[in-house]
């Protein structure tokens, strides 16, 4: 054991023909602890052997492997059997690492399913870029959507505009937006009980892409991975807000706010994100 290691260094020695009793497996000792995704990025790596063996001998590998690890790499070896036996998803870091990934179906179609949400929306129009101005950067977001026992319900990925690129005055002025009060949510849940009024929850998919940018307001950005402009050098003009924009929670505050109005509800004037509505 080199003391002087600063990652979990795994090595797996197997000859061809040998059976899964003479695979030899090694754990080093590490300097200092490491995340758990990035164990499991080596993991997978490192052991993609193992994936070869039917389940039933691969969970007997696996679980020697946890009985024999020394003391001090028991989370090491369990971070292999779980990932390499439960199948651990691992969560893209960028587009790249959902190209190549052990999940790149489940990605792609994640990735195709908010194009598709860009595409009913409209969210943006190729032009060539402005002399003088400056586009924005975006990027690829991917995570996963689990119910309460840790199952996967749905692979997500996002588009994310980078904000901080966006020129205060030019790209955008305003953005504040008001927040639900927590005591307002409290004498809610408390007339609920009372009262015996039915409750009901709505989510709004994709909710900041349905706002429109301010009139008159132009934000550039560059095209993203995974798309195509029509001519080489063109970029996105943003017709509708978008993940990540400075001013895209206030600009969809103001899009429910008008909407809420105009089907006749009414704003509180003690807390601005409370409508009512008389039958």
Same mark, same amino acid.
């Given at each position: 054991?080199? @003391? ?15 059976? +899964? ?20 990025? #080596? ?5 993609? %052997?193992?994936?070869?063996? %039917? ?9 020697? #492997?946890?009985? $024999? ?18 199948? /651990?998803? *691992? ?5 790249? /690492? ?5 999940? =790149? ?6 990735? *195709? ?15 060539? !870029? %402005? ?7 975006? =990027? ?27 020129? @205060? ?11 639900? =009060?927590?005591?307002? *949510? =409290?004498?809610? !849940? ?11 929850? #709505? ?8 706002? $429109? ?5 132009? *934000? ?9 402009? %029509? $001519? @080489? ?20 505050? #103001? ?10 509800? +009414?704003?509180? /004037? +003690? ?6 509505? /008389?039958?």
């Amino acid at each position: 054991t080199d @003391p002087a290691s600063t990652v979990d260094d795994v090595v797996v020695d197997e000859e061809e023909g040998d059976t +899964v009793d003479n695979t030899i497996v090694t754990v080093q000792q590490p300097r200092s602890p490491i995340r758990t995704r990035a164990r499991s990025q #080596l993991a997978a790596t490192a052991l993609s %052997p193992f994936c070869k063996l %039917p389940n039933a001998e691969l969970e007997i590998a696996l679980m020697s #492997l946890v009985l $024999e690890a020394p003391e001090h790499c028991v989370d090491m070896a369990w971070t292999v059997y779980n990932t390499l036996l439960r199948h /651990e998803v *691992i969560i893209p870091k960028d587009y790249r /690492e959902s190209l190549v990934a052990r999940e =790149r179906d489940a990605w792609r179609d994640a990735r *195709i399913s908010e194009k598709t949400s860009w595409d009913a929306n409209q969210i943006y129009t190729w032009a060539w !870029l %402005p002399k003088g101005r400056k586009a924005i950067g975006n =990027r690829w977001v991917f995570d996963l959507k689990k119910d309460v026992n840790g199952a996967i319900l749905r692979y997500k990925a996002r588009l994310v505009a980078q904000g901080f690129s966006q020129v @205060p005055g030019l790209d955008f002025d305003m953005t504040f937006s008001p927040v639900l =009060r927590i005591t307002t *949510i =409290r004498v809610l !849940l408390h007339l609920t009980c009372v009262r015996n009024w039915k409750t009901r929850q #709505l989510d709004v998919p994709t909710a900041f892409l349905i706002s $429109e940018i301010e009139e008159g307001r132009e *934000i550039y950005m560059r095209c993203p991975e995974g798309f195509t402009p %029509p $001519e @080489p050098g063109m970029v996105m003009l943003l017709r509708k807000s978008l993940y990540g924009l400075r001013q895209s929670s206030r600009l969809y505050w #103001l899009h429910m706010d008008a909407f809420l109005k105009e089907v006749g509800f +009414v704003r509180s /004037e +003690v807390d601005q994100c409370l409508y009512t509505i /008389e039958d």
